[in-house]
């Protein structure tokens, strides 16, 4: 059952998004995601200036002068939100949780994809696919997506990215659009992404927030992993180990890149520090700038 508190807070995102998408992010969005195909759309008349390669000779020869066949984009797209849902998502020091970015990211892409006629589904992962919301069109279906995304409640604390490949692999026959939502806290998911970069269009939403980067001078420190429960007593006040803690994660994050461009997946970097719409539109125009020079 949904609470008041929890439609303000949809109602709220929802319409921030879709102030957002009315503004260049839509148009954005329409210009670097284009369509499957091209589809028949009829014969006409030939007119000067027109491709002669267009031309259908079969018409042209019945009826005695020049046909040719037009086509047109394919423009609809399926979108699908692989979100990881597991309890490393719900961490959060500046102004937002990472379940909070993903929630305003999501809203903002489901709103373009919808303004743009596409359809939208949602796969919801921990250690094994909790949610599962078939692509579908129109602003109803985008407010129940956003609204599962607030009230959804994990039901395991673990991460398991693989199995939400695996089912994705297995339920979207054509290609599609497929945003994966995750800090990427995980392994063994790579060669089941992969395999989905292969068949669809892929996409890795990192979320970051800047204590899983750099840690501050605070002395002894008690952390605990939320996904298993395990707690750790370390010293921040020692220098050697804020300065090993952020080797460590800026080499993770390089080989992440390193196997992204490897295997042709695009990652849109987000952080709970805010500014998504600027972070979206930035990938965007850096997505459409690489796709010219290709």
Same mark, same amino acid.
């Given at each position: 059952m949904l609470t008041r508190e929890v439609m303000r807070q949809v109602r709220r995102l929802q319409l921030r998004a879709r102030r957002a998408v009315e503004d260049p992010l839509g148009g954005a969005y329409r210009s670097v995601f284009k369509g499957t195909g091209i589809a028949f759309e009829e014969v006409r008349e030939y007119q000067p200036g027109d491709e002669i390669r267009s031309i259908d000779?079969?018409?042209?020869?019945?009826?005695g002068h020049p046909f040719i066949k037009r086509y047109v984009e394919e423009r609809e797209l399926t979108v699908i939100l692989l979100v990881?849902?597991?309890?490393?998502?719900?961490?959060?020091?500046?102004?937002?949780?990472? +379940?909070?970015?993903?929630?305003? /990211?999501?809203?903002? /892409?489901? /709103?373009?994809?919808?303004s743009n006629n596409d359809k939208v589904g949602l796969i919801l992962?921990? +250690?094994?696919?909790?949610?599962?919301?078939? =692509?579908?069109?129109? =602003?109803?279906?985008?407010?129940r997506l956003i609204r599962d995304l607030f009230v959804h409640k994990p039901s395991d604390p673990a991460t398991n990215l693989q199995a939400g490949f695996d089912f994705l692999n297995k339920v979207l026959h054509r290609r599609a659009l497929v945003f994966?939502?995750?800090?990427? /806290?995980?392994?063994?998911?790579? +060669?089941a992404m992969q395999r989905t970069a292969r068949r669809h269009d892929v996409i890795a939403v990192?979320?970051?927030? =800047?204590?899983?980067?750099?840690? =501050?001078?605070v002395g002894l420190l008690e952390i605990q992993d939320a996904e298993t429960g395990r707690c750790e007593l370390i010293d921040t006040g020692h220098a050697d180990f804020r300065r090993a803690f952020q080797t460590q994660e800026a080499q993770r994050q390089a080989e992440?890149?390193?196997?992204?461009?490897a295997h042709k997946i695009d990652v849109l970097a987000a952080s709970t520090q805010?500014?998504?719409l600027d972070e979206l539109m930035r990938f965007f125009q850096q997505r459409e700038r690489r796709l010219r020079r290709t």
């Amino acid at each position: 059952m949904l609470t008041r508190e929890v439609m303000r807070q949809v109602r709220r995102l929802q319409l921030r998004a879709r102030r957002a998408v009315e503004d260049p992010l839509g148009g954005a969005y329409r210009s670097v995601f284009k369509g499957t195909g091209i589809a028949f759309e009829e014969v006409r008349e030939y007119q000067p200036g027109d491709e002669i390669r267009s031309i259908d000779w079969n018409v042209t020869a019945r009826m005695g002068h020049p046909f040719i066949k037009r086509y047109v984009e394919e423009r609809e797209l399926t979108v699908i939100l692989l979100v990881d849902a597991s309890a490393s998502m719900s961490f959060g020091t500046v102004q937002q949780s990472k +379940r909070d970015v993903v929630a305003e /990211l999501a809203a903002l /892409l489901s /709103l373009c994809a919808v303004s743009n006629n596409d359809k939208v589904g949602l796969i919801l992962v921990t +250690r094994a696919v909790e949610r599962y919301v078939p =692509p579908r069109k129109g =602003p109803r279906h985008i407010l129940r997506l956003i609204r599962d995304l607030f009230v959804h409640k994990p039901s395991d604390p673990a991460t398991n990215l693989q199995a939400g490949f695996d089912f994705l692999n297995k339920v979207l026959h054509r290609r599609a659009l497929v945003f994966v939502f995750s800090d990427f /806290l995980d392994a063994g998911y790579e +060669r089941a992404m992969q395999r989905t970069a292969r068949r669809h269009d892929v996409i890795a939403v990192t979320i970051r927030d =800047p204590r899983e980067v750099e840690f =501050p001078d605070v002395g002894l420190l008690e952390i605990q992993d939320a996904e298993t429960g395990r707690c750790e007593l370390i010293d921040t006040g020692h220098a050697d180990f804020r300065r090993a803690f952020q080797t460590q994660e800026a080499q993770r994050q390089a080989e992440f890149q390193q196997w992204t461009r490897a295997h042709k997946i695009d990652v849109l970097a987000a952080s709970t520090q805010g500014r998504h719409l600027d972070e979206l539109m930035r990938f965007f125009q850096q997505r459409e700038r690489r796709l010219r020079r290709t």
